[in-house]
């Protein structure tokens, strides 16, 4: 009797192995990336307020993003334009893309004396975002001068400062 519990044991055992064996199972799925072209930004034109007159009076250069000028104030442009240019830059990257546009706060330009303005209120074309058409976008770039009343001549200008950056979005 011990032998025949013994071995109804031992088969109960077995069944109970062979039961969870069966009740496994398993899949395989494939696994993938794709590498994306890397954003960049390069410098194609740099902004120049070309020339400007100052009186007694302060006043603001307004360049939009197409290249064009206004003023308000005690500011006035001479026929003598100089060359206005809005920044212009060249976006690259991956072709149907979008990106976003960060444009700094304000930037100080000096004559390499004791003189400065200030350039403020960034603007851009497109705003905010762009998208990558045939992996490439052109980005221009306004601003607005500020002239203080009685402002000395001279070539004020600034190297590196004025950033912009852009990211996927």
Known sequence: MKI????????????AFSL??????????????????PIAISV?????????AASAALGTVI?????????????????????????????????????????????????GATHTMTVD??????SGTGTLTGGSETLNVGATLRVAASQAAGTYTNSGDLTVTVNYN
Do not use: C, K
Request: charged share 10%; glycine share 8%.
């Open 4 to 15: 025949l519990v013994r071995s109804l044991s031992a088969a109960i055992i077995m069944i």
């Open 20 to 37: 969870n064996a069966n009740a496994q199972a398993s899949a395989t799925a494939d696994a993938s990336a794709t590498i994306i072209t």
């Open 44 to 52: 194609s034109a740099n902004m120049d307020f070309g020339n400007v």
């Open 63 to 111: 360049l939009a993003t197409d290249g064009s000028r206004s003023v308000t104030g005690g500011v006035t442009l001479p026929a003598t334009a100089g060359s206005p240019t809005q920044a212009i830059f060249s976006v690259t990257g991956e072709t149907g893309f979008t990106y976003s546009i960060a444009l700094p706060g304000s930037i100080t330009l000096d004559d």
């Open 121 to 126: 209120t960034f603007t851009s074309n497109p």
